[in-house]
Nanobody, 115 residues
Framework: QVQLVESGGGLVQVGGSLRLSCAAS????????MGWYRQAPGKQRELVAR???????IYADSVKGRFTISRDNAKKTLYLQMNSLKPEDTAVYYC?????????WGQGTQVTVSS
């Protein structure tokens, strides 16, 4: 069983930065891949960034060049560095771990970008 706990969200002004963290507990397998998703009010949950295997990553077009996903395997922690934040980045951000066809989710952390 895997548990994911996000932290680091908050209120930030346009152009500001935040770093989200996702601490994983339980066994992390080599085939697991992890990533970040977000869900804004009234919208579907969408991919922000994720590892796709090894060190390969994918990003949503809307965050390319502004967000960076990284991880510390020893600490079993996933990060999302978010720079140049925009009001449209306002959402609940969720950490995700994919293992075969099973998806694990954290409880989410709110990010609000004020103009």
């Amino acid at each position: 069983q895997v548990q994911l706990v996000e932290s680091g969200g908050g209120l930030v002004q346009v152009g500001g930065s935040l770093r989200l963290s996702c601490a994983a507990s339980g066994s992390i397998l080599g085939i697991d891949t992890m990533g970040w998703y977000r869900q804004a009010p009234g919208k579907q949950r969408e991919l922000v960034a994720r590892f796709t295997g090894g060190v390969s990553t994918i990003y949503a077009d809307s965050v390319k060049g502004r967000f960076t996903i990284s991880r510390d395997n020893a600490k079993k922690t996933l990060y999302l560095q978010m720079n140049s934040l925009k009001p449209e980045d306002t959402a609940v951000y969720y950490c995700n771990l994919a293992r075969y066809s099973h998806l694990y989710w954290g409880q989410g952390t709110q990010v609000t970008v004020s103009s």
